[in-house]
């Protein structure tokens, strides 16, 4: 496949590319998305988690074209995101015991999202850095950061609203 003529029949300049790294894009993309659909169903009085999703929406587009362009990830976005994480455990630390169910009202089910789409983006690092590019590892640990992240902060939201977590035991790896 290859793009014609048309700009508007293009939706990104390597939609077409065959390699793991066009993919990697895609998802980063859909990560920033949930972020910012998270972001904005956020309910007013939790203003602390609003301005840490305003801040880390961004650094999901520096993931994003850090590996075809520049670096845009530094060790103290990590720095900052490691203790805005720390932070929100010591909220839920009772919570913290089990998996659970992705559960909840919005936002919800955005931040699962979002943790789901940075595990990809994850995954597909392990492709690209397969396929023979070099992965700074910076970027896998921001990923990693932003899914812990995530699921901590859908803990604290439901917390804060007095909704319990449903717990998963599975059956697969049980005791």
Request: glycine share 8%; charged share 5%; hydrophobic share 55%.
């Given at each position: 496949m290859k793009p014609g003529r048309n700009r508007d029949e293009l939706c990104y300049p390597f939609i077409y590319e065959t390699s793991n790294l066009c993919d990697f894009e895609v998802v980063t993309d859909e990560l920033c998305g949930h972020i910012g659909a998270a972001y904005s169903l956020l309910p007013p009085d939790m203003p602390d988690i609003a301005a840490d999703l305003d801040r880390v929406q961004p650094?999901?587009?520096?993931?994003n074209g850090s590996i075809r362009g520049r670096l845009a990830i530094e060790e103290g976005d990590l720095a900052w995101l490691q203790e805005r994480l720390h932070h929100y455990h010591e909220e839920v630390r009772d919570r913290l015991e089990s998996f659970v169910l992705p559960r909840g009202i919005q936002p919800i089910p955005q931040l699962h999202h979002a943790r789901s789409a940075a595990k990809k983006a994850v995954?597909?690092?392990v492709r690209i850095e397969q396929e023979g590019k070099d992965i700074p590892m910076v970027l896998p640990r921001m990923c990693n950061l932003m899914c812990?992240?995530?699921f901590v902060l859908t803990l604290v939201i439901n917390k804060r609203r007095g909704i319990d977590e449903i717990p998963f035991v599975s059956k697969?790896?049980?005791r």
């Open positions: 650094l999901a587009f520096h993931v995954r597909l690092m812990n992240f995530f697969s790896y049980g």
